[in-house]
């Protein structure tokens, strides 16, 4: 959806007016004939604003004006109104309209003033679908919504057009990690995250390298081969710099690149095995915010590594027992061929190492625990530096984009012992997120270094309250809100 920030947009244009309303809202701050409209509207209809609560009513100019309740003022949270902003848009699809305004009147706690940059962003995202390869029943008679969110009279003119420069860089790399997430395996292999990152690099200005298979052997990268071992597609490894003059800090982001995850000879049940495409979330994240904070000219040296293959069965797969030596020269028993992400991260995370950044953030669909542990409502976080997991919590809750810290202390260690070699690639089912970003920690040498695991949040089982089933983009917000933050 393409999303316009205005204080006054033209009434005789609109197909349909939205207005988000709290409880027992009295003051309507925008242009006196949208209050008007509102008021008016609420008075008519009884509306009391409860976030079970909405209404559509005919008028005149525009012809429809619909309000949606967001419940208490106190309790108005921007997952609430991201709940509203997406039934906005399923309703201006089911009436076939094609110009809509939306009247947000409230302020938004801890947003500092920032709430149309934030509200623009999940408008325009509010509308996505991937209908790539549906050929039949597509809905021809819904084109493209051209959307006006609604500020207060006040707003200067100048904060109007960085929101709306920012709102939509950063829904557009919400877009391309979303596409990446629901692209079919069989389509999206190791070779097209490739490409797609060179695309995506040559548009704005970023240099990409992506290194093949005698590169990786060459680095010897040996979580990566490992995992690669079975499949038939090659692996990839891929460097994304972005590098302005400006630059005074360097952040390094790490992503898991597993294009399809099968368990490999630890095989995982049928059921869902489907989903096991998403397992390259955390690599769409690395490409969608260095796409969004070129865009933006954010001045931070960042550079993106992105392990990429697929995990699968074969004759040449590895297997349990095997005994791999990694990049930094540790060696790592394989109990587990399932925990494969780690195995090529570890690598990729001694890279970055090796580059001396200023803080490394790594992003997986990592472990199941972490789901069992928090749901779809949180990404896990783990972090040897409190400042930065404060950062970035902080980060997350100002945009919508949770994170909960859970612990990586050294006891959880005694987990990943082995008998055979340096450590051993799995820690068994308890505590198993925090044994996993502990064999993570292993590979880092940094000081500021945070893994998010994304296994909850990356992608959704079916459509919820804030979005449609598939891939969410989960990653870009937080770290183009941590980028900014940098340099407040």
Known sequence: MKVDISRDPKLSKLDHLFALVPEKTADINVSPDLAGIVKQAI????FEGRTDESITILAEQPRKVTLIGLGKPDSLNIRGVRAALYNVAKIAKKHHDRTIAVV?????PKLDGRDPRVLAEYLAAADYKYDTYITQNKDKKSGPIAATLVVTEGTDSKAIRRDQKEAQAIADAVRTVRDLG?????????AFIARRAEEVAKEVGVKCTVHGRAAIEKM???GLLAVNR??????????LEYAPRRAKQHVALVGKGITFDSGGISIKPSEKMEEMKFDMCGAAAVIGTIQAAARLEIPVKITGLIPSTENLPGGRAYKPGDIITMMSGKTV????????????????LHYASKLKPNHILDYATLTGACVVALGSEAAGLFSNNDELAQKLIECGERVGERLWRLPEWDSYKDLIRSEWADMKNSGGRWGGASSAALFLKEFVNCPSWAHLDIAGTAYAEGENAREPKGATGAGVRVTIEFLQSLLR
């Open 220 to 222: 010897k990268m040996g």
């Open 104 to 108: 947000a009147p409230f302020a938004l």
């Open 43 to 46: 008075d008519d209809s009884g």
């Open 333 to 348: 028993e394989v109990v587990n061929t399932d925990a494969e992400g780690r195995m090529i991260l570890a690598d990729a």
């Open 182 to 190: 629901n692209a079919p395996g069989n389509l999206a292999t190791p």
């Open 230 to 239: 079975g499949s038939a597609e090659e692996p990839r490894f891929i460097v």
